[in-house]
């Protein structure tokens, strides 16, 4: 019974933090990365950005969903969207430039 409190309590603390989150200005990410095609079980493509971060980015331009194709990027993290996929963090390209 402890262990299942215990295991509650974390569950808990681990979920809160996400919920209500709504995206802010503030949480603009720019950089430099590479497009990442899509994978066989998933159908959305991906942005590796050279900080090593994965973002999912489903609403790519068509223009930029080649693979390997090096970008210049502003893109939005939100929180309040899922996926499937699981892969990286869900983002909303701001704008985007072919290097």
């Known amino acids: 019974m402890k262990r299942l409190?215990?295991?509650m309590i974390c569950a808990?603390?681990?979920l809160v933090p996400a919920?209500?989150?709504?995206?802010t200005q503030s949480e603009l990410v720019t950089g430099v990365g590479t497009v990442v095609g899509r994978q066989a079980e998933c159908s959305s493509?991906?942005?590796q950005a050279d900080s090593g971060t994965l973002y999912e980015t489903p609403d790519l331009p068509a223009e930029?969903?080649?693979?390997n194709l090096r970008v210049h990027f502003a893109?939005?993290?939100r929180n309040?969207?899922?996926?499937?996929c699981m892969r990286g963090a869900m983002?909303?390209?701001i704008s985007m430039k072919r290097l």
Do not use: K, N
């Open 64 to 67: 930029f969903r080649v693979m």
């Open 80 to 84: 309040d969207l899922a996926s499937v």
């Open 19 to 23: 919920c209500g989150h709504a995206p």
């Open 45 to 47: 493509w991906y942005l």
């Open 5 to 7: 409190a215990a295991l």
């Open 12 to 14: 808990a603390a681990t």
């Open 91 to 93: 983002a909303q390209v």
């Open 75 to 77: 893109i939005r993290e």
